[in-house]
């Protein structure tokens, strides 16, 4: 009887915990936390207490910032998920896993050497915010979170940038001619966006941090929760411009920037031979697109 007693606690505890969460909690972890707009789960073997301490803290303030950039009417109603499931490159294989929010709206944070867990959870907490809420379209849900994580932290570092400058490393692939230009990638983001991705998300988070800068943050976010959201007609009414005179104005002003950067060709080789960029294959025009 004490045995069913006990099993009753527990099964109505996280019911109870359920119903307060956006999406349900996994069992594959060992261990979790509650804070004030959060759970954490984690493994103990693999995730330390002072990670999750860590992690908390960033997930706290991103939200508070958040609030104030989307407006608390746009915010969850209920707690938000963020999943800790260890390494995120296995060493002996070459085998790589993703940070990600699913369709649930949980974060899935993989820790890896450059900043550990915390690199990707600004940008992953945009998707978690927003899943649910809005027509989904990979391409604009990529770049807005890419460039609202710049905007709000443009410190960070790891992927795709890995402790390079922005205007340094989205200049390098348009001086090279290696940029794929913004409409394929709009066009084929499914097919391109992680194919190509040490392009596609460096291109795309300095074009909507280009919108943010010479439109407004509340442009952009206006646009992120109209009925014209993913549609060119979208682009024109919130930023006066179709998406391809944005982008050539974007490219314009990249251009402008990555010119005014002293050696730049040796920072360049710098990220490419003593970073994971190293790693990540590049595509090419003709061949990949």
Known sequence: ????????????????MNAQTKGDLLGRFDSQRQGTHFVYQWNSGETTEAEIDEAAILAEDVYQKLTRVFGKQYMPSAKLIITFGGEGLNRKTGKKRTPNVDFQGRTHLYRFDMGGYLTPLPHELVHAV??????????FEEGIASGIAYHLYPE???????????????????????????????????????KCQLQTYVLREDFFNYLINQHGLNNLVNL????????????????????ETLA?????????RFKKIDQADALVSDYFQNTSAKYIPVCEAGADY
């Open 130 to 139: 927003r899943v649910g809420r809005v027509n989904w379209q990979g391409f």
């Open 248 to 256: 050539e104005k974007w490219e314009a002003d990249l251009a402008k």
């Open 224 to 243: 992120a929760y109209s009925e014209l959201l993913g549609s060119d007609e979208g682009y024109t009414k919130h930023f006066g411009k179709s998406l």
């Open 156 to 194: 960070r570092k790891g992927f795709p940038r890995f402790g390079f400058s922005l205007d340094l490393i989205a200049g390098y692939w348009l001086n090279s001619g290696k940029a794929i230009p913004m409409r394929t990638m709009l066009n084929q983001h499914r097919r391109l966006n992680l």
């Open 1 to 16: 009887m004490m045995r069913l007693i006990i099993y009753l606690v527990w099964f109505f505890s996280v019911l109870a």
